[in-house]
């Protein structure tokens, strides 16, 4: 399994690659890529998830795993917003809303579902999105919170209206009530759903190239809350997970995978929103996810062979 990570993590990083070659050619511009963003979150993202739901078989096994999911998850950001508070201590002169944001809240649909699909196909999409409800209730009520003190219940709701999340919806109907889409759409939603991989992480690489990269490695601070972001929480969670054999493996580790992911890029918009340090939370999210492409194969593979060991 921690193999599959590495391999995809390589091809992440190749496709990121080919998102900043095109940022920096002037192929794509800044507003090309929040186009290039939108359209993966709000086209391409939704199709993938209704086409995971419509092609995993009904079973009470993935009923009673997506409970499990959405436990684990809730459970899951409680350790990471603790871990956080206490090991991202407030300081005069640190951005330390920003980097508490930065190291508990992560990359999880851009990162997280591809990883998740590579890992487990079509079922690690089902588990993903169940982990991406409870990312939304966390990241649009805490997140807001702790960036802005302010409680922002109409963006909440915008985003339970949002495209992803109405894909969710539709998914879990044709699921539970075991519809099959017909034959020509459903080889439309996998050309679509095909997409999800490369059109993201080339998205993401354009938002990377406008970081300023060199500052970002100049920056010590940067180095410790990435690896409280890619090491200190994993880890946690991988003790936490380790004795929950009662919990499916593959829903563990999908969580692990997701919580693993670098900083999300939701921080940096959200900056720009409210007048905050922009450049800070950008400078994070490119360096957690340049250095995630080894930190998340470490964790995978430290999770599975303490697994083995316990299980011996």
């Known amino acids: 399994m921690a193999w599959i990570i590495l391999k995809q993590a390589a091809i992440m990083l190749l496709l990121n690659l080919v998102g900043i070659i095109a940022y920096r050619t002037k192929i794509v511009d800044k507003n090309g ?150 034959g020509i759409l459903q080889t439309t939603f996998d050309y679509v759903a095909g997409l999800n991989t490369p059109m993201a992480m080339v998205a993401s690489g354009i938002s990377v190239a406008q970081a300023n990269l060199l500052q970002a490695v100049r920056t010590p601070r940067v180095y410790y809350v990435s690896a409280v972001k890619l090491l200190g929480i994993p880890l946690l969670l991988t003790l936490l997970f380790l004795p929950l054999s009662f919990i499916p493996m593959e829903v563990r580790t999908v969580v692990l995978v997701l919580m693993a992911a670098p900083s999300a890029a939701m921080c940096t918009l959200q900056c720009q929103k409210h007048s905050m340090n922009d450049v800070y939370a950008s400078d994070i999210f490119a360096m957690t996810t340049i250095l995630s492409m080894a930190a998340m194969p470490a964790v995978v593979k430290l999770f599975t062979t303490l697994l083995e060991l316990v299980s011996a």
Not at 72 to 92: D, N, Q
Request: charged share 15%; glycine share 6%.
């Open 33 to 182: 890529g929040r186009q290039f963003s939108s359209f993966v979150l709000e086209i391409v993202t939704p199709v993938l998830v209704v086409n995971a739901y419509s092609e995993v078989e009904y079973e009470f096994r993935l009923v009673v795993n997506m409970l499990w999911t959405f436990l684990i998850a809730a459970i899951s950001y409680v350790v990471a917003i603790t871990a956080a508070y206490l090991l991202i201590r407030r300081k005069a002169g640190r951005e330390t809303e920003i980097e508490r944001f930065s190291v508990i809240y992560s990359n999880c649909g851009f990162m997280g579902i591809p990883l998740a699909s590579a890992l487990l196909g079509n079922e690690g999409v089902f588990y993903a999105t169940a982990f991406l409800t409870i990312f939304f209730c966390f990241a649009w009520t805490h997140g807001i919170m702790l960036l802005t003190g302010q409680h922002d219940r109409r963006a909440l709701l915008k985003k339970f209206c949002s495209p992803t999340m109405i894909g969710i919806a539709i998914g879990l109907v044709l699921f539970f009530c075991r519809i099959q889409l017909p």
